[in-house]
């Protein structure tokens, strides 16, 4: 494996291992004069490809494709074509038995200097996981001097094809223990209604003056939370969201032009080495994965997610820092 490391003049410090195309850390400078590592990651990253880690589905800040979430009954249509996908319970789940978090990823170019990214490309064959078509996908993350994450994924196919790829970092802005008392606000009125299994029925649900309403910036409260795992369908604005911390004085603003964006908050997170002996407690991270809706291949009335030859797929991502 190989882990690359991209500094800016602020000292602001990202790694990213080629191992599933995965964000291993993110060390952003503090109130304080120090550096928060914000993204929860394995101490040790050659760890990502064993399966004791894998047993449990984290995705710790892993590239999902070739599809995020979930797709209903483990099956698409596409082009007249029924497509049979992996599956358990009916679900199928970011990409598949061995999806994009799984692959090693080719580092294409690092360019350490001034707004330094790396470039690392992957690409899927034809009927991986039984996706249709060749997909040649790349991601580039670049660290801005304005101490601000940019994650970019492209993708070209030779024939008609589904894709929707994301990022899936856990954020902690404190560093550790628990997102309870930080405070969060997602610029979006309505959310798509689940079942029991979390996939979506087609319905859209408003948002207002229900649990699911953060169109202000709010705390995460330790009295009544229930978690998140929901898709909330942004708003016409790139600003899809922002987390803020009082301990570390961190405010992060996420911009995406993707469609919507799902927000997970696991209740608790296995027993594992994590990046520099970090501990956690109850609801210990966030997850802003900006993507088009889950189950768009059997929802028409949902964003299409067919790709097309000839076409690129664009998802941009902005994870952007400073001090409140």
Known sequence: MELVKLTNSQGMELQVCDYGAT???????????GLTNVVVGLDDYEQYASPEYQ?????????I???????SNGTFNLEGNKFTLHHTDDVHLHGGKCGFDKKHWTVEKIAP???????????????????????????TYQLLESNAVKIS???????TTVV?????????????????????????????????????????????NTRFDYNDLSEI??????????TFILNKSLKAASLWSKKSGLYMKVFTNQPAIVIYTPEQLPDLSYYEQAEFEKFPAICFEAQNFPDAPNNETFPSSKLLPGSTYL???VFDFTLK
């Open 153 to 159: 994924y492209t993708a070209t196919t030779d024939r």
């Open 221 to 230: 409260e330790s009295s009544g939370f229930a978690g998140l795992d929901d």
């Open 113 to 139: 200097h001034r707004n330094p990214y790396v470039v690392l490309s992957y690409e899927s064959k034809h009927l991986e996981e039984n996706y249709p078509g060749n997909l040649k996908v790349e991601v």
């Open 65 to 71: 494709g070739r599809y995020a979430g979930r797709i």
């Open 315 to 317: 998802n941009e991502t």
């Open 23 to 33: 964000l291993v850390s993110l060390k952003v400078p503090n109130k304080d004069t």
């Open 55 to 63: 047993n449990h589905q984290l995705f710790l800040g892993a590239t």
């Open 164 to 208: 929707n790829l994301t990022n899936h970092s856990y954020f902690n802005l404190s560093g550790n223990n628990t997102i309870l008392g930080q405070h969060l606000k997602v610029n979006s009125d309505y959310h798509l209604d689940a079942d029991c299994k979390t996939r979506p029925t087609g319905k859209i649900n408003l948002s207002k």
